[in-house]
Every structure is written in C-alpha cells, then in structure tokens.
C-alpha cells in the first residue's frame, strides 16, 4: 500500500519514524500488508518495502538481499515494470541457474503457473485477433488444469489437440520453444507472439544453426551465385568503358595531355581481362569507384585527370566533344569501294587494320559466362558418308566439277576472324589457367602494347 504520509503513535503519543525508514510491515494472517511512503512508484517503490516484507516474511536479514536483487532488475530492465520475469533474467540476477528457478517456482505454485507460462505465446498464436489483455489476465488466472483447459477451449476453439491434450503436452515440455516444435507452430509467428507478450518473453534465434543453414545454401548454388555476380560486374565495365572513351580523349586534348598508350587499342578487352585475371569480379558488386580502379590498372589514366563520368566535374562541355577538323581531301576521281565487313553477334563491323582494337572490343562484349564455363573437352562424332551422286549406273560415270559461288573472305576479313578466335580463346583460358599472356601478332596490333613487339 502506497500513502502519501503516516503518522505512528505509541501508546497515544505521536513518534515521528526515522527519514531511513519508508515502509511498515502490517501482520495480518488473512492480509498481510507493507505500507510505504516517501518513495516514487516503480522500482523505488519496491527497494522501499524490502525491510517490511522481509520482517512480514519472518526472515529479516534476507532484506539486503532482495534489495540487491531488486536493483539488479531494475538494471535490466530499465524504467519498464515487468509484468513477468523471465527465469533466464531472474536466474542471473539471483545467481543461480534456470532449472532453479524452475523448480522453486514449482514448490511454491505448483506446475499450473509453469504450464500457464509454457502456454502463453500458443494460445497468442491460436487465438490470432481474440488475443488481447484481458485473455492474458484470464489466463494468468487459472488456478488448476482442468481450469487451465476451460479457458483453452473459450480462447481458441480450434486448438490442434484437445485442451486436455494441450495441457498435458505443455506440462511435458520444459520450454516455449519445445512446444512450439511438438505443435508445428510456425517459427516466424511464434517469435512475433513472444516479442508482442513483452517483458518474460525473448524471441528464439540460433545464431549458429542459422549460420550453417546459410553456409548449406551459398555451398549449393555457389556456382549460380558467382556467375551472377560476374554477370553484373561485366555489363557494368561494358556499360562504363565506352562513355570513357569520349571523356578521356576530350580531357586530353582540352589539357594538352598525352592519352596514355592503353587508350589506343582494344580497351573494353582489357579491362575484362585484367578483372577476370586478377579475380576481382569473383569477389564483391564492383561500384564505379571500383571500375574506374580497373580501367587504370588495365590500360592507364591520363595525368592530373580526376576519376570521374561526370562532363561537369571534368570540365568539358559540347564543344571539347568536337571532333577534330579532317584533312580537305584532293577531287580526285577515284573510285569508292564498298568496305568489307564481318558479323559478330548482332553487329555487322567494318574490317581493316584500323578497326582492329574496335573488334576486339566488340567480341569481348559477346563472350559470356555461358562460354567461359564449358570445360573445353570436345567430343567428336562419326561423319556419314558423303552420298554418291545419281548417275545412269557403271561405274564409267564421269567426275563432277562444282564450284564454291561464295565470295572468299579477303585478307583484313581472315585476320578480323582470327583476331576474334584469340579474344574467345584468351578470355577462356584466363578463366581455367593463371598467368595467361596473349603474345601474337594480332595483339601487338589490335592492343598496341609494346611489350609483344
């Protein structure tokens, strides 16, 4: 009982009580009481009763004690007053262990209160809407089993098993979670009901079963795994590297600065093969930050040039994009020739030694992860034979000519064919072996890298 101000007298005459002492103990064998003052409502409120209930109790020096034990929930649990306390958080505050707890709790209520404990975030999640807190205080209330199983069958009327059934299975379990498990309760709701019952109550994780569950999951689609994110970091440098083309040229010739050598050749294959060479695409989603560091490893960065994409923080406008005056050609009558070209992919290229880093570009751009995952071992299958032509019978026949009317593929097409073998061949290889070095001619040419002359 909490009062404002008391006033004691002994034998009629008025005793002003100690400022130390807040609480009297009241002995009544029906009701016994603890009146305290001069203390806020809460935890205060409680380590002021302590002397009182620990004399009503008739064990006066376990009051430093429980004091001790009060402050120590408090310590837990903050401001908030628990309307339950959980045995894992009583048990630490008292010292001792859960099963303790347990079994104390069990001698002084019987199991009823276990059970009603147990039962508690089952019938929050079979009872769904109907559950609120006046079905907690009635539940709080049972005061046997056969009580316990009426207010089973008004809060969920469909339980899985009989109230009666319930009850027993409740009695047998020594944790929410284990009947949780028996009933088939789903784990997501079942945590969800026991974060919405409060204080007492803590949702179940595993941290180390969810950590092997997840490992289980990437071992078996590992492979799905990382050929996605190759996927994503390789159209990310195809989407990057042609709009760096432009950027560098224009900052270039704005600054007066030499484009570095790498910028001359096949760019975009570059930057594909210093990723899959060095491993970095296998590793992490590569941001633009993360690009422009690839692309200056793989074929240089001009001096002084801010890593940006952005025209405005570079400095460039409309006119540095313009392209330089072409040389006034003579009014010779020569004679215009159709260019020859070769389809790779959706695209139809012009070929000649000129275009020979734009080809290489091209075909890096249609190697996927389809390709580079093949093993490289070739099955051959038997040929049938070439059927005999109809002739008149004998074997007198006479040999037919046929001739090829296919145009043959001139020297650039050959050599724009080849070059596109090596980029295919070179991608795969770094993809299977380490320390892959393109050597040919076609590299020296198409890469203009001095290092192969």
Known sequence: MHADDVEITVSGTPAEPPSSTRALPLPDDEHPTVVVWRSEEGWDELQAATPASAQLLGRPWLQDALELVLVKLERSFGDVSPTLVDDVVLAAVLGTTEAKVVEIRRNLTGDVQDTVRLLRPVLACLAADAWNEEAA????????????????????????????????????????????????????????????????????????????????????????????????????????????????????????????????????????????????GDLLLLSERHLLDVVERAVGWPDAMPHATDPAALGLTDKDFAPPAAPSQGSGGSTVVAPRTITIGDAEVRVGSDQLSTIADIASRTIDEAFLAQSGKVRLDTVAGVPRPRGGGGSSAKPRIVVAKTKRASEDQRSAIGLVGEVAARAWLQRHYPDVRWVSGQHQVSVDDARFT
């Open 137 to 280: 205080l009635l539940l709080g209330r049972a005061a046997g089993e056969r009580d316990l199983a009426g207010i089973i069958d008004r809060l969920a009327p469909d339980p899985p098993l009989s109230s009666a059934e319930l009850v027993a299975l409740a009695r047998s379990c020594t944790s929410p979670a284990e009947l949780r498990d028996e009933l088939g309760i789903d784990y997501q709701q079942f945590n969800a009901a026991m974060v919405a019952l409060g204080p007492g109550y803590s949702p179940d994780y595993y941290p180390d079963r969810h950590e092997q569950v997840f490992g289980d999951f990437v071992r078996a689609r590992f492979g799905i795994l990382l050929d996605r994110l190759r996927a994503h970091n390789t159209a990310a440098l195809d989407a990057l590297v042609p709009r760096l083309t432009p950027l560098v040229a224009a900052w270039c010739r704005r600054h007066g600065v030499q484009v570095p050598a790498g910028w001359h050749g096949a760019v975009l294959t570059e930057c594909r093969s210093h990723i899959d060479g060095t491993g970095l």
